[in-house]
């Protein structure tokens, strides 16, 4: 919760009023997956490059979902469920986690499918995933905010 308050709450909120909305939507982004360079072990290869790509990705996935509903909780919510199912329920990748309740460790693992060492926050399947969860996040209120529009008109 306190990086999406950084992150979508303070941060994209100060770009958007200084240089706009799509500034806004790329910088924290950007920002958040620099600081997430500090935990990547770039001697993995294509897992640490999966890792920046994806992070960089679900940071401005997060900041639509932001921007469009109008709400920061919108963000908050998608993100602590992701945790949540990612650290704690299941886990794809090259070793198994003990820290879950399931383990999904293939035997010749394609970083590209399993996220490597990062596991499946770093794979392509959760970039589709969270394409989705944008998708469907925004799409509801875009409806919604052209209703309101028109009533108000």
């Known amino acids: 919760m306190a990086e999406e308050l ?11 009023i200084k240089f706009g909305t799509k500034c806004a939507l790329l910088f924290p982004a950007v920002f958040w997956a620099f600081l997430h360079l500090f935990t990547a072990d770039f001697s993995q290869g294509v897992s640490a490059l999966l890792r920046v790509i994806s992070v960089t990705y679900v940071g401005f996935v997060f900041s639509v979902i932001t921007v469009v509903t109008g709400s920061i909780w919108n963000s908050v919510f998608f993100h602590a469920m992701w945790n949540f199912i990612t650290s704690g329920v299941i886990f794809v990748g090259n070793k198994a986690n003990d820290h879950v309740m399931f383990n999904y460790v293939p035997a010749e693992g394609n970083a590209l499918l399993t996220g490597g060492e990062n596991g499946l926050d770093g794979s392509v399947i ?21 209703r309101k529009d028109a009533m108000v008109s």
């Open 6 to 16: 950084l992150f979508r709450g303070m941060v994209l909120k100060l770009v958007e």
């Open 126 to 146: 959760t970039m589709v995933c969270y394409t989705v969860v944008m998708i469907l996040a925004a799409f509801p209120w875009r409806i919604y905010s052209s």
